[in-house]
Every structure is written in structure tokens, then in C-alpha cells.
Nanobody, 123 residues
């Protein structure tokens, strides 16, 4: 499975961005797509996840209400809509796939990872 993340950029505080993660290659009956982020000098942290078949979602408390994960089943693409962005949202954002569809916040549950896309929020 190959994951291609895109959509990062520079935005002012309060602004919005939409990240995309396109999956290609081998597919599974069901899986989960997750988004993680890592800021300089900090550990990677979970942001959100979605189960592909049901659309069930799971969010980190710090982003709930501001970030929304979704998927386009036909395009095999996951989206992370980011609204009301804050400077502390600045990080490299990574998408990942869990072939067992667990919708988990633990990065060790994810088998496949895309490259990061940089999000920078200015104050």
C-alpha cells in the first residue's frame, strides 16, 4: 500500500486547510486511515482516524471540533479538514493505514505510512 499525503501549507491563525491522503496499491477488505502529526522537538501524536467501511471516526481531544476526518470511498482518499487553526497545530502531518481497521490512536497499530506534509500556522 502506498500513501500520498498532500495539502499542507502556510496559513494564518484562524484559517483553514484540507489535507488529502491518497491510497494506492494493495487494498484490504477493511482498514482504518489515521492522521498523526509531529512538531519539531516533540513526539509524534495522534490526530484522528476513520474506519474505511463504516466511516466511524475517532479524534484526539485537542483537535475535536476543529479538525474533521472523512473519506471518499471511490477515490480511496482520506481528508483532514482543518478549521480554526492555531499556531500549536504547526507540524508535519502524516497519514497511515491500519490493515485491521482498528481506528486506533497508537502509531504502532499502523502498518503503512505516507510522507509528511508540512502545516505552518502563523500567529
Amino acid at each position: 500500500v502506498q500513501l500520498q499525503a498532500s495539502g499542507g501549507g502556510l496559513v494564518q491563525a484562524g484559517g483553514s486547510l484540507r489535507l488529502s491522503c491518497a491510497a494506492s496499491g494493495r487494498t484490504f477488505t477493511d482498514y482504518a486511515m489515521g492522521w498523526f502529526r509531529q512538531a519539531p522537538g516533540k513526539e509524534r501524536e495522534f490526530v484522528a482516524a476513520i474506519r474505511w467501511s463504516s466511516g466511524r471516526t475517532y479524534y484526539a481531544p485537542s483537535v475535536k471540533g476543529r479538525l474533521t476526518i472523512s473519506r471518499d470511498y471511490a477515490k480511496n482518499t482520506s481528508y483532514l479538514q482543518m478549521d480554526s487553526l492555531k499556531p500549536e497545530d504547526t507540524a508535519s502531518y502524516y497519514c497511515a493505514a491500519d490493515r485491521f481497521g482498528r481506528v486506533d490512536s497508537e502509531d504502532r497499530s499502523y502498518d503503512y505510512w505516507g510522507q509528511g506534509t508540512q502545516v505552518t500556522v502563523s500567529s
